[in-house]
């Protein structure tokens, strides 16, 4: 029998959660910079998937003592032996609590480890900064990627558990010895190859170095575990699984994102290596452009008289063409992006559609900007202030705040020249039919302190509404059908070309046309593709920047391209970049995200295998061959990834299609085998439910049978529905859960706009697994219960809470349910996965409501919300909350005013019904916990910062404290409204609200920073 993989039996998931999301606000160099795709997991959580669905926990009776061994001498001697010495006080614990210093415990700590900093600054309830919450000998740090030394004992750790599985009697000094010849072998070809001047020229000398390189890295790799990711998206999976050494496979359908996964984790390792040329050849090369371009010292490049040694080839070429493409297209398009008067190059056009007003006699055309502010930041208020003359609007720029009546309400139009409303119907119908007009309200300019605006110059004016080239539109459709998503298709915009003006559609056209020009001289082999497959992705970067449905946020005074929330919406007012001024969302700009990819992920020679191919191929990979598979399915019908990436897709079909014929070769990209839940493609929601668990189950059957270890699935949504389908699916592929782990993976808040995510995500580790027979689902019951409501105890302590916390108990119900063929109830009926998670559910909430603190009425209320939430019931009812075992007299809930009775109806009162009428109420220690909580619920909405310090102060100024887990609670179970919303500000800001306790013993008056 072969010892538990560590990810079936720890898992460090504070420390992976701390830099997870810290990982979401990192950009230079991070795979995400490179091309947009959505829903990307974060670097660290993949990383530590990988490395533990890899490597055996070393407490397992079955663990190879090979891989005991490598621990001790990796983790427990020289400088292991300090760094990755497991807690003496778990930091973030409420009680004094030393981490057992055990082989398991140095594994977890190699993964992950809160740094010293941390540890004191959590123990006495202080933040820390996130880039320094890791230790900086943690693995999955972000600093880590590139970190020889600690991928080196990754790696090895990672070939000794894979060898001590195939060879249990091989020692560590063989494993030892022999990895240090396999691994050692490629710097050393590396060098040989990377020293030999002018290796762009394909002699046969170089490709038999190339050759002895590719045959190293092979050597090696064999010995290394294959991991799988078949829904490769963005490519996270397969780069991290690379960089721990891995033969990393990855699949996507999708084109684009195999375009990208191909861009992120295969060219940079392959290509982003150094070159020296001779100076007759550099010059041959790049001429002077490139002799300026090598004597900036930002890239390192050397010139020693005789030769040049350029550290990474890739990056300084698709740098040389894509500034060539840049300044033929600028000489032919410029002209359309004037300077100003001081010849400033503008960063930007700030333009706003126009609605005719229905008033025949007035007709104005009105600029339908959602306000009149450019910026209304809380130092800065710029506005553009309308004047009317008879039916036209001129404007000038004014500063401060204004009082000027809007006239866009929710796309409904109030005329300022004649006061005609004209409806939302009409204008759209207006849209449809004749389009909408575009007039350029302002230019923004980049000044010495920040944004500046001004309005256009008549030459500015004259310049830019100058009538271009007339171009084709790209023709392909827009999801017409997907209008939950793309509301923008029923205002008659249809085509992928109609999102564009038509100055951008000519400058794209000019950049596509000077992107072919280039192809002509580029050579046709594997690298000179690769450089054009990067011009690609930029040309890409430069489409979406220049759309006329971006957003200007004039809070922030950023703007905000399209598809970031998989979605296109109708804007009535639009940023445009200026793709030629050289800052922020310009050309070069975009190009400078790629050359930073580049330089920053060109330093580990293992490069991923991608496919561009449904997954679910049982011929895929031969039987068992791949060790593990390691990946993140869509989540049901949260993303429509085809739908969304045919904006790129129409674009790289023009730039790389010649390149990559077989995968352009459809006219969109394809989108009945994609798996996913979108109604739209399957006619109906059951048939789109249906296809999803199929393709799932079909794609999880391959698998099962190609896979000998573990396969490990992220998910991140939180509706039952869609676990059920990805629980039956793992099911009906033979495969049982064998650990659940929750981990946060988003920015809190960041996911509001989608309430089908959650801010963690959970990771299960599956395995084949034998069903024992039947069972009786009473019995079942019991048993889930119990590992439910200790899963609940762990989780609640190591702050998951609400919806997130519910849904990361399905895994540990579904493991005990997987063990047998069927469960059925006392009456015989088989029960269904769907209904186990309901039951999951309901445990997990009964479990954290056994948590809930105080008297019966607080248990009453949170017992009542969990089972009727705030609608009203019949009498009756108010019976059920016997359920939930307390023990109190409905007249006093009523005299309490916790349940307010309408005629005879019933609801759970909110806070301002329970202690609205009363300001004593709530806020002495020995009033009810619900009472208190309702109070500085009240206290938080009126902005009484005072008194709610002093009620944090008086009653829960420990982050332990029980009116906190009432709160928490609350906070997993209200409907939207006022409620939660103080809820969730309150739990914002509980950290804040608790030192700022500690720190001031008597509050000052202000207002509190409440985070939104
Ligand atoms: C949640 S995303 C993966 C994101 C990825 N982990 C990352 O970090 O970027 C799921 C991916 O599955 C892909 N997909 C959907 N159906 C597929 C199928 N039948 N075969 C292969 N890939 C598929 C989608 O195109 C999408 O890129």
Redesign the pocket.
Known sequence: MKAKKLIEVALPIKEISAESVRDKSIRHGHISTLHL?????PLPV?RAIVFASLVPDPLDENCPDAFKYAVEMLLNTGLGKLHYKPYKDIPYTSIVDEMEDNHRNRLMMFIGKFSETCQANMIAGKSTPPKDQLDDWSLIKWENKNNPQILRIARELIFVAYQGDKRPDATWEELDAEFAKLYEAIPKAEKILYELKDRHIETEKVKQLEAELQAAIDAFQNEMPSVF?????????PLEAARLGCRSYG????PV?HIIERGSAEFPQKYGKPIIYSKEEFEKLYGKVGEEMAKETDRGITFDGKTYRIPNRLAFDVEFYAKKILAETEKEVGYLYPVDEKGNKPIAYYWARTAKCSNPACGAEVPMMKSFYLANTPKKKIYLNPEIESNKISFSLSKGKYYIKEWNHRGNMTCPCCGNVTSIDIIKRQSREEGLKMRLMAIINDGDNGKEYALPTKEQQRLIYSEVPQQERPKELLPLKYIQAFPVCSWGFEHWGDIFSDRQIYMLHTWLSKYYELTESISNNDYGRTVLTYLGIWIDRIAIANTSFGVYHTGREKLERILGRQSISMTFDFPESNPFCGKSGSAENQLDWIIRYLESENKNEFSAIFAN????DKLQFDRKTLTAVV?????YDA?G??DC?DFFYVWMKRTLGNLYPMNFATPQTPKS????AIKHHQDNEEKARKHFEK?LTE?FDAIEAQTSEVVSI?YAHQSTQAWTTLCNSILDARMNITGSWPMDTEMQGALKTDMAFLESSVTVACRPSERKGYADFDEVKHDIRQLVKAEVEKLYGLGFRGADLLTACFGQAVSVFGHYKLVETAEGDPVSVGQLLEFARESAAQALLEGVPGEPQTKFYCGWLQMNGMSECDFDDVNKYTRVGVNVEIRSLQSDKLLITEGSKQHLATAEEHVGSNQSWGTQPTDYMISQVHRMMLAYRGGNQVLLLKLVRELCPQSDAPQWRVLDFLGGHLPEGKDLTDIKGILASAEMLRQKCKETAIPKVGTLDFEE
């Open positions: 795709w959505w829903a990307r997991r993949c990711d078949p829904f490769a998206g963005g490519g996270a999976i699949n996507d359908i999708n994102a191919a449904s997954s679910g990946t993140d399915p869509p989540y993303i990834y085809a990436s085998e994609e798996c996913t393709k794609i992220m």
